[in-house]
């Protein structure tokens, strides 16, 4: 079992819907957990940095994580064509490796 | 946050050679990370660098394959050696900023012919 999994996709919504991206993970020593957008030939882009559990929002991304059901989110609302990339969550136990996700392929259709 | 840069941003190489991959970050930074991936594959660590000491690398990754300088809290190079068609990927470098999420930079995608 891998300590973090998430739905490789590929996933493809109407421009203007709701996206939900998700992962979960086996380690509870992870605290730290991130969402990255990864354009075609671009590094990873960092969109929301979240410690511990709750909820946190930036304009139209909203992240969640979920500690004692291991799992966390990535929420865009009002998509744009322009939010199409490989979604990726990450997590880390503190100032360590970070341990990443298959990464989600989105597709938002003008 | 911190910026990364990171040189070359591609390059075509023959089998048996090898590559030196840079990174320069705009801030001083205690551990840096350099990562692989492969076409459509998630990142996969090679090793972490930290300042004055040798690099800590993941199974599977050695020294003799892919050796690691950081000579300063803001510069690292990684050396892809001896190249065969199986090292062609993507190679990432990151660091953790001191204030929170993990920053790359834009990635050096090889290609080994």
């Known amino acids: 079992q891998k300590e973090v999994e998430q739905d490789p996709g590929p996933l493809s919504v109407p421009e203007g819907a709701i996206v939900s991206l998700n992962c979960t993970y086996s380690?509870?020593?992870?605290?730290?957990f991130m969402w990255y957008r990864q354009y075609s030939r671009k590094g990873p882009e960092l969109l929301m940095y979240t410690y511990s559990s709750g909820n946190k929002e930036d304009g139209r991304f909203t992240a969640q994580v979920d500690k004692s059901s291991k799992y966390i989110s990535l929420f865009i609302r009002d998509s744009q064509p322009s939010d199409s990339a490989t979604y990726l969550c990450?997590?880390?136990?503190?100032?360590?490796?970070?341990?990443f996700g298959q990464g989600t392929r989105l597709t938002i259709n003008p | 946050s911190a910026v990364i840069s990171q040189k070359p941003s591609r390059d075509i190489c023959q089998r048996g050679t090898s590559l030196t991959i840079q990174c320069q970050v705009d801030?001083?930074?205690?551990?840096m990370f350099w990562y692989r991936q492969q076409p459509g594959q998630s990142l996969t660590l090679i090793a972490t660098?930290?300042?004055?000491?040798?690099?800590?690398?993941e199974s599977g990754f050695v020294i003799d394959k892919f050796p690691i300088s950081r000579p300063n809290l803001t510069f690292s190079t990684l050396t892809v050696s001896n190249m065969s068609p199986e090292d062609s990927s993507i190679y990432l470098c990151?660091?953790?900023?001191?204030?929170?999420?993990?920053?790359f930079g834009s990635g050096t995608r090889l290609t080994v012919v």
């Open positions: 660098a930290n300042q004055g000491s040798e690099a800590t690398y």
């Open positions: 990450a997590m880390s136990a503190g100032a360590q490796k970070l341990v």
């Open positions: 380690n509870s020593a992870f605290q730290y």
């Open positions: 801030s001083q930074v205690t551990m």
């Open positions: 990151s660091c953790q900023p001191p204030d929170g999420g993990y920053t």
